[in-house]
């Protein structure tokens, strides 16, 4: 036996316990599972140490003494294999949870070992060297039951390793393959023993890479854990099947853009309220998205109280207010992952179409998640096969009394029916998948192939509206894909007019500016869509040269209420202003032929909306060019 090895195992397991009750208390029943390993592993190289004092420094006249540190070491030692396979078990198994039912099935070759330990026969030699070592019925038993568990982890890691995550599953299989080649080298090779070593490896390995404490919390956030640690914790949950919910807070900006000191604000908040929290309840704080902290709560009975300490927090000012969310986990989703989408939509996106400072996450709620869901599912197949359509909607230049220009706009067919999808729904969620960037080029690419192919130009339109998104025009490479296309259709530049969209999104002021410089030294032009409402205001005209300003159909709608003619002034008012500022106007959702008589004597140059035409496809469009000529002067002069 030699003693400098344990030593050394010993002081590792030392620092590693320290290390873990230091930081957090053990909440997964893994984690709760590895800390035992790790004890037992620790009293069993405590007593490998007093077994070797026994020995070399103890008579023979001490047998009973050497039967029973021998009998403590390699029980300890089984201990520590079969704690080990719980543990992999936990980590391989659907449910993520280690029941009773299974630990008692396990535990059948233990017990086994422990009764032959106790009744077994050992023996005991020396080596040439003076090395200790012991063997009989017994050792070989208990080295047969080790060699099991080993055993069974190798294989099991192996045949569910799709189940674990990559850095998991080499640290949980390279781990139990070093102490299963360890094992078979002490059991060859009398008078050594390297299992301290085995089992330093296999707790070294998987606590750096699985069961770090600082791997489960935020940097930025002290005692609040990420949504790693989140996510485990729901798929043990739900592999117990007993009822819990998960309360949420949910933290939303009075704005959509986020500075530095708007994110420390976030930060000191979300700490206090999780300090306050765990104060209070005792319930751990979870950041299961950026702007959520949410709590695994058991009892019903602590949810009303949770809401009050949460409606009654002071945040005293500031950019963000507080929402107080609540789910029943097991009725309302299936799974841990079906749970975290939940979460993700609510404080992502629902979260935002409710005032309510207290939500219920309800069927009706994932009912619109499960929409919302099944939109991103068609707009990501219609990206990979280009199957989105672009109609267009002529717009009047009162000037002259043609439809000199038109707008693009997208649209989008559900599949296998003949219904379309609303933009307004399917928009929102291709800017929140990343996937209009790739919209955006799809339909300059059909709207250049349109012009091209059937001469515009030779019905008298003069430029054609092609919206732009944020996302796109701060793309680096965005003038690159535009002009391209342009040159590859043989386009003029100056027929394209781009009318910016969402300007909330534009976050790089410099690709912005260097992009949108380069389209006019082409001959494009540029327009501010939506003027009115959203994000598109008086700041972005001072920072944009913008030609033509287009009135949201909304703005246009107040301001010519009958109901309240006062509004008419705002109108009018925003129009002497954007005309002495040497702007263009135009203006969208006109319906009436009395809305456009009142927009032309206020002295609007460009008219839109379904007073002239819906959008429109192609081939309808260029019969609409044929047939509808002299529109104004029949609509509008005329009367």
Not at 78 to 90: E, F, G, K, N
Request: proline residues 3%.
């Amino acid at each position: 036996m030699e003693i400098r090895t344990p030593i050394v195992a010993i002081i590792v397991l030392s620092i590693l316990i320290i290390i873990y009750l230091r930081k957090t208390k053990p909440q997964l029943s893994s984690s709760r599972v590895f800390f035992v390993f790790l004890v037992m592993a620790f009293i069993n190289i405590v007593s490998e140490i007093t077994e070797c004092y026994v020995f070399i420094f103890l008579g023979g006249s001490f047998n009973a003494l050497r039967r029973g540190v021998q009998n403590f070491y390699v029980g300890s030692l089984l201990i520590c294999t079969y704690v080990m396979a719980l543990y992999v078990y936990s980590k391989v198994t659907v449910k993520r949870g280690v029941s009773a039912r299974v630990s008692a099935i396990l535990a059948i070759p233990l017990v086994i070992g422990l009764i032959s330990m106790l009744n077994g026969k050992v023996r005991y030699g020396r080596t040439q060297t003076g090395f200790y070592y012991n063997y009989g019925t017994m050792i070989i038993v208990c080295y047969f039951i080790g060699f099991f568990y080993l055993l069974a982890m190798v294989i099991s890691i192996l045949i569910y390793r799709k189940r674990l995550r990559r850095e998991d599953f080499i640290a949980l299989f390279s781990g139990a393959l070093a102490w299963l080649l360890f094992a078979a080298y002490q059991y060859y090779t009398k008078g050594v023993q390297v299992s301290a070593i085995a089992m330093m490896v296999m707790a070294l390995v998987v606590f750096l890479v699985i069961e770090n404490p600082k791997e489960l919390f935020e940097r930025a956030l002290p005692n609040v854990k990420n949504k790693d640690a989140f996510t485990m914790y729901l798929l043990e949950k739900y592999g117990h099947e007993k009822p819990f919910f998960i309360v949420s807070v949910i933290f939303t900006g009075k704005t959509s853009v986020q500075t530095a000191a708007n994110r420390d604000e976030l930060y000191k908040l979300q700490a206090d309220v999780a300090e306050l929290i765990q104060d209070k309840l005792d319930v751990d704080g979870y950041l299961s998205n950026w702007n959520t902290l949410s709590f695994v709560v058991v009892s019903p009975e602590k949810i009303e109280e949770f809401m009050n300490i949460i409606n009654n927090y002071k945040v005293d000012g500031g950019n963000y207010k507080l929402t107080f969310a609540v789910i029943d986990a097991l009725k309302c989703a299936r799974d841990a992952n079906e749970a975290l989408q939940i979460l993700t939509y609510v404080s992502g996106e629902y979260i935002y179409k409710q005032s309510s400072p207290n939500l219920v996450i309800d069927e009706k709620v994932i009912d619109k998640m499960r929409y919302r869901n099944t939109i991103e599912d068609v707009v990501r197949e219609s990206v990979r096969n280009n199957a989105f359509e672009v109609y267009y909607q002529p717009i009047l230049s009162v000037k002259d009394g043609t439809f000199s220009s038109a707008e693009a706009l997208v649209r989008l067919k559900r599949p296998d029916s003949a219904n379309y999808i609303s933009p307004e729904d399917f928009i929102p969620i291709s800017e929140k998948c990343g996937l209009i960037q790739q919209i955006d080029d799809l339909v300059f690419e059909k709207v250049c192939s349109f012009i091209a192919k059937e001469n515009i130009s030779s019905f008298g339109v003069k430029t054609i509206e092609v919206n732009l998104s944020g996302n796109e025009v701060v793309d680096y490479q965005a003038f690159e894909r535009l002009s391209r296309k342009m040159e590859k259709y043989h386009i003029p530049p100056k027929f394209i007019n781009f009318e910016i969209t969402e300007t909330a999104y534009i976050n790089n002021d410099e690709a912005f500016r260097e992009n949108v410089r380069k389209l006019k030294e082409m001959g494009s032009t540029f327009s501010m869509d939506d003027f009115g409402s959203g994000y598109s205001n008086l700041l972005e005209i001072l920072k944009m040269d913008y030609i033509l300003v287009k009135m949201d159909k909304e703005f246009i709608w107040s301001c010519l209420d009958k109901s309240k003619p006062e509004n008419l002034k705002m109108l009018q008012y925003t129009i002497n202003f954007l005309k002495e500022y040497g702007l263009h106007i135009l203006a969208e959702g006109v319906e009436t032929m009395d809305q456009a008589k009142i927009l032309i004597d206020n002295g609007v140059e460009y008219l839109q909306g379904f007073y002239y035409s819906r959008p429109i496809p192609e081939k309808e469009y260029i019969e609409f060019l044929n047939t509808q000529k002299g529109l104004f002067e029949s609509k509008v002069k005329g009367e």
